[in-house]
């Protein structure tokens, strides 16, 4: 998107502006309508394969806390169930700090 045409889509949702790769420039609103597709993906690995987040220079160390807040957050999955890719890739055992009440979300 042109600068203009970006600016336009982040003044009807915020989403549109907030990044979560930094690397491949993907936001917030990519990384929902990846996540809101006919299959029911719901991995980190679709993520990856649909918008880019991920793949790139970070390969996960800055973007999947991102990723998985807003799997958290707009698809109500709890962190225990988010998968990197296949039915038993489980990458959460549980939460180490905070809790639902405590625990801080910066994207708001
Ligand atoms: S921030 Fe781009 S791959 Fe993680």
Known sequence: ???EERAK???K???WGRIVCRCEHVTEAEV???LTNPLNARTLASVKYRCRAGMERC???FCTQHIV???EKHFGMDIKEIKLKSLSSY???KRTRGDE??????NE
């Open 1 to 3: 998107m042109s600068v």
């Open 9 to 11: 889509m982040i003044e």
């Open 13 to 15: 949702d915020a989403r």
């Open 32 to 34: 929902i309508e990846a």
């Open 59 to 61: 390969q996960g160390g």
């Open 69 to 71: 807040r807003i799997m």
């Open 91 to 93: 990458l959460f055992y």
């Open 101 to 106: 009440q405590t625990r801080g979300d910066e």
